[in-house]
């Protein structure tokens, strides 16, 4: 058994045997971007739509991604307990006329006034998919927008540091789930933390209420229905900017036997 990505799946899903030995698994993290909601220029909310609404999933996914990843419109993964795409898509899905008409209601029609804006980016350098990513968003934001975006690199620790501090003003990064829960997804990486600790200064009050009240309620429906509840005011808020999950892939050979399939189609050596 094999894990491939990239290029190397795209050919595995169109060759007539290859396509019958792959496996593929959601992989419960999300790409996104934060920012720093409590300084100009994102403490508008408009612009944060506005960029939200310009930004092509499908194309990143099956294009830039080549197939090796799903759109994200909010912080669950596909597959995930609580995972809602109907809720939360209409909040950040692509719609480049809504982005430019919400670009004008923040102030900046077709661009103007606005100064550059900079995405930082994690690792010296990122990962090829990542670079490529976050470039296919500088030009979709020049393209539906008229923004211009310039990407600026920090090493792994520098870019954590600036993070904790909340010193990030536009940010790439992920989130990889520790266990199969929303409260990992949706409150561990969003709940209102001071300087020093979380990811981003976004506040909402109804947001952590709802996830501290959830942190207590013992009815598991209730309960996850209060994060999927606090996950759309994510969306809604664009607290982040949501933009896919990757799928696991790997070949495996018919004639390897004894290594079952978990509930998450992935395969697991133990017991082999």
Request: overall charge negative; aromatic content about 12%; charged content about 20%.
């Given at each position: 058994r094999i894990g491939i990505s990239g290029p190397d799946l795209q050919r595995a899903r169109i060759d007539p045997v290859l396509s019958q030995e792959l496996i593929t698994f959601?992989?419960?993290?999300?790409?996104?971007?934060?920012?720093?909601?409590?300084?100009?220029?994102?403490?508008?909310?408009k612009l944060r739509q506005a960029i939200a609404h310009a930004i092509d999933r499908e194309s990143i996914c099956n294009i830039v991604l080549a197939g090796a990843a799903t759109p994200a419109y909010g912080m669950l993964p596909k597959g995930f307990p609580g995972?809602?795409?109907?809720?939360?898509q209409?909040?950040?899905?692509?719609?480049?006329?809504?982005?430019?008409?919400?670009?004008?209601?923040?102030?900046?029609?077709?661009?103007?006034?606005?100064?550059?804006?900079?995405?930082?980016?994690?690792?010296?350098?990122?990962?090829?998919?990542?670079?490529?990513?976050?470039?296919?968003?500088?030009?979709?934001?020049?393209?539906?927008?008229?923004?211009?975006?310039?990407?600026r690199q920090h090493s792994t620790n520098a870019f954590n540091a600036f993070m904790r501090n909340h010193e990030i003003p536009w940010g790439f990064l992920?989130?990889?789930?520790?266990?199969?829960d929303p409260s990992d997804m949706i409150a561990v990486p969003w709940r209102s933390q001071s300087t020093g600790a979380?990811?981003?200064?976004?506040?909402?009050?109804?947001?952590?209420?709802?996830?501290?009240?959830?942190?207590?309620?013992?009815?598991?429906?209730?309960?996850?229905?209060m994060y999927q509840e606090a996950e759309e005011i994510l969306a809604q808020q664009t607290a982040g900017?949501?933009?896919?999950?990757?799928?696991?892939?790997?070949?495996?050979?018919?004639?390897?036997?004894?290594?079952?399939?978990n509930k998450y189609g992935d395969r697991r050596w133990s017991g082999f």
């Amino acid at each position: 058994r094999i894990g491939i990505s990239g290029p190397d799946l795209q050919r595995a899903r169109i060759d007539p045997v290859l396509s019958q030995e792959l496996i593929t698994f959601p992989n419960f993290g999300t790409y996104y971007t934060i920012f720093q909601t409590t300084r100009p220029p994102f403490n508008n909310i408009k612009l944060r739509q506005a960029i939200a609404h310009a930004i092509d999933r499908e194309s990143i996914c099956n294009i830039v991604l080549a197939g090796a990843a799903t759109p994200a419109y909010g912080m669950l993964p596909k597959g995930f307990p609580g995972y809602q795409v109907d809720r939360v898509q209409p909040h950040q899905e692509f719609d480049p006329e809504q982005a430019r008409q919400l670009l004008m209601e923040a102030g900046y029609p077709d661009g103007k006034g606005l100064p550059p804006l900079e995405l930082w980016v994690r690792g010296e350098p990122p990962t090829t998919d990542e670079w490529n990513v976050v470039v296919a968003i500088q030009q979709m934001l020049k393209e539906h927008l008229n923004i211009n975006m310039k990407i600026r690199q920090h090493s792994t620790n520098a870019f954590n540091a600036f993070m904790r501090n909340h010193e990030i003003p536009w940010g790439f990064l992920w989130f990889n789930m520790d266990y199969p829960d929303p409260s990992d997804m949706i409150a561990v990486p969003w709940r209102s933390q001071s300087t020093g600790a979380g990811r981003q200064d976004w506040q909402h009050d109804v947001f952590d209420r709802l996830v501290d009240n959830a942190a207590q309620e013992f009815d598991n429906r209730k309960r996850v229905g209060m994060y999927q509840e606090a996950e759309e005011i994510l969306a809604q808020q664009t607290a982040g900017v949501f933009l896919y999950n990757l799928v696991n892939a790997s070949l495996s050979k018919p004639w390897v036997k004894g290594i079952d399939l978990n509930k998450y189609g992935d395969r697991r050596w133990s017991g082999f």
